[in-house]
T-cell receptor
């Protein structure tokens, strides 16, 4: 049973072309939704935590939002250095965190 | 402020050998998680430990895999009698508290079984 689904799997953007990444989750009693960035050959880097529907957080060109069933990571005027895989994760019923398979973002100069 | 440290970064083992992966959490963090990442797959939870205690090992294979987090020293993930299917990137993460705090990841150990 999938707990977290991310879409699209891959996204290619021109530099400056804004877009959004989606993370849908099915866990009940959400206890936080986490966004990470992962560069090739490296560990995931923590970006944001969202706890309740309607919450928004921003960091540079990234803004994360949360509804009752999904989260969006909005990328405004992306730059080539924003190219990475973006992961979302939610805590499960026990101590597990469930990660999505990620969206691979490529920003073309 | 040093982040999560893992070593070795790359490990090559022949089938049947043992692999030992080490993880030192961030300073002040006493909660450690191990994940496995296969190509084209997401991070899969393996085990959650606190100092001297295994809290949740529900994601760990029943055989050949074990983990510990001693009172002193790093957390260790041990894989005995490795097989080719064990080839993957293994990540360690630490958090300051239990449950739902954000986790901070190390750079990973890439295990290759030949």
């Amino acid at each position: 049973e999938d707990q977290v689904t991310q879409s699209p799997e891959a996204l290619r953007l021109q530099e400056g072309e804004s877009s959004s990444l989606n993370c849908s989750y099915t866990v009940s009693g959400l206890r936080g939704l986490f966004w990470y960035r992962q560069d090739p050959g490296k560990g995931p880097e923590f970006l944001f935590t969202l706890y309740s529907a309607g919450e928004e957080k921003e960091k540079e060109r990234l803004k994360a939002t949360l509804t009752k069933k999904e989260s969006f990571l909005h990328i405004t005027a992306p730059k080539p250095e924003d190219s990475a895989t973006y992961l979302c994760a939610v805590p499960g019923g026990g101590n597990q965190f469930y990660f999505g398979t990620g969206t691979s973002l490529t920003v073309i100069p | 402020n040093a982040g999560v440290m893992q070593n070795p970064r790359h490990l090559v083992r022949r089938r049947g050998q043992e692999a030992r992966l080490r993880c030192s959490p961030m300073k002040g963090h006493s909660h450690v998680y191990w994940y496995r990442q296969l190509p084209e797959e997401g991070l899969k939870f393996m085990v959650y430990l606190q100092k001297e205690n295994i809290i949740d090992e529900s994601g760990m294979p029943k055989e050949r895999f074990s983990a510990e987090f001693p009172k002193e020293g790093p957390s260790i993930l041990r894989i005995q009698q490795v097989v080719r299917g064990d080839s993957a990137a293994y990540f360690c993460a630490s958090s300051p508290g239990q449950g739902y705090d954000e986790q901070y990841f190390g750079p990973g150990t890439r295990l290759t079984v030949t």
